[in-house]
C-alpha cells in the first residue's frame, strides 16, 4: 500500500522551531517530486514548499522564505521541512504530497497525500 506519512508536528512558541518528517511505504520517493502544503483553519490550502526528486532544487513560497528549509534523504525515503522563526499565522495543518516528476515548478497534480501533522505556534 503506497503511504505517505507525516510526523513531527506540535506546540511550540512563537520564534520557535520544528522539524517536520514525510516517510513513504509502499512506493520509493527517488523520482518524485514531494510539497509541504498546510491549511490553516478557515483557508484554503496553500503550498509551502517543495522539492525536486534529485533535491538539487526547491522552492518556497514567499512566507516562509528564509525560515523553512526543505531536504530529502532518498537513502531513507523520507523528505524534511524544517521551520524555524515560527510565526503564528504558521499555525495549520500540514501535509506532504508526491507526484513522479523531476523538478519542482509547481505544486499541482499530487498523486499521494499523507494524513497530516498539526503544527500550532502559540504562547
Known amino acids: 500500500q503506497l503511504q505517505l506519512v507525516e510526523s513531527g508536528g506540535g506546540l511550540v512558541q512563537p520564534g520557535g522551531s520544528l522539524r517536520l518528517s514525510c516517510a513513504a511505504s509502499g512506493f520509493t520517493l527517488d523520482y518524485y517530486v514531494i510539497g509541504w502544503f498546510r491549511q490553516a483553519p478557515g ?46 499565522e504558521d499555525t495549520a495543518v500540514y501535509y506532504c504530497a508526491a507526484r513522479p516528476d523531476y523538478f519542482c515548478s509547481h505544486y499541482y497534480g499530487m498523486n499521494y497525500w499523507g494524513k497530516g501533522t498539526v503544527v500550532t505556534v502559540s504562547s
Open 43 to 88: 483557508k484554503e490550502r496553500e503550498g509551502v514548499s517543495c522539492i525536486s526528486s534529485s533535491g538539487g532544487a526547491t522552492n518556497y513560497a514567499d512566507s516562509v522564505k528564509g525560515r523553512f528549509t526543505i531536504s530529502r534523504d532518498n537513502a531513507k525515503n523520507t523528505v524534511y521541512l524544517q521551520m524555524n522563526s515560527l510565526k503564528p
